[in-house]
């Protein structure tokens, strides 16, 4: 039972990129699904949500209007769309299934000129 998240990298402000989760080992369409993020030194911190049928979304504060969460439960994926990142955007993003306390090792996304 794992996640793997893909997608980051390096990506100018006012870029985009997307970001990947892959489930393995269970049927990640039974569950809630979660992007966090997390700066070194600081605490990890909610991103985005979305139910087990996609129906609903929830998004923090921060990125509301720039990210898009969404999922193909039929490919066990959950994907972060982030658009017009900013260097405040640059952390290690991680993937979660919170019914299972499940995370995934994080993809590094950074935003610099």
């Known amino acids: 039972v794992q996640l793997v998240e893909s997608g980051g990298g390096l990506v100018q402000p006012g870029g985009s990129l997307r970001l990947s989760c892959a489930a393995f080992g269970f049927t990640s369409s039974r569950y809630l699904m979660s992007w966090y993020r997390q700066v070194p030194g600081k605490e990890r911190e909610f991103v985005a949500t979305t139910t087990s049928d996609g129906s609903t979304t929830n998004y923090a504060d921060s990125v509301k209007g720039r990210f898009t969460i969404s999922r193909d439960n039929a490919k066990n994926m959950v994907y972060l769309q982030m658009n017009s990142l900013k260097p405040e955007d640059t952390a290690v993003y991680y993937c979660?299934?919170?019914?299972?306390?499940?995370w995934g090792k994080g993809t590094l996304v950074t935003v610099s000129s």
């Open positions: 979660k299934v919170p019914g299972l306390n499940l």
